[in-house]
Nanobody, 129 residues
Framework: QVQLVESGGTLVQSGDSLQLSCIFS????????IGWFRQAPGKEREGVSC????????DYKDSVKGRFTVSTDKGTNMVFQQMNNLNPEDTATYYC??????????????????????WGQGTQVTVSS
């Protein structure tokens, strides 16, 4: 059984930076990629970042490229998302979730979250203008 625990979300101002963390524990060996989704009130959950656990290759939603960086620490089974130059459009609940896919090719596709079954409780990020 896999468990995910996200943390690090808080209230920040536009332009601030924040790092989210996700503990990815349990039977994790079969998963090939992991990343972050976010969901704002009234909006569909969307993929934000993805990293291949084996190769370290990454992919990002266009609106966060150059601002967000996803990384993993295999030794501690943790996943991080460094978020810089935050703006109010980044306000959402952020979730990490693993996929059996070995590449990030589909991870950021609209609606992909429906194919993932493991979710944590999420962590709230609020960016004030």
């Amino acid at each position: 059984q896999v468990q995910l625990v996200e943390s690090g979300g808080t209230l920040v101002q536009s332009g601030d930076s924040l790092q989210l963390s996700c503990i990815f524990s349990g039977n994790t060996a079969d998963y090939g990629t992991i990343g972050w989704f976010r969901q704002a009130p009234g909006k569909e959950r969307e993929g934000v970042s993805c990293i291949s656990i084996e190769s370290g290759a990454t992919d990002y939603k266009d609106s966060v490229k150059g601002r967000f960086t996803v990384s993993t620490d295999k030794g501690t089974n943790m996943v991080f998302q460094q978020m810089n130059n935050l703006n109010p459009e980044d306000t959402a609940t952020y979730y990490c979730s693993p996929s059996f896919d070995t590449s990030c090719h589909w991870y950021l596709s609209p609606g992909y979250y429906q194919y993932l079954s493991i979710w944590g409780q999420g962590t709230q990020v609020t960016v004030s203008s």
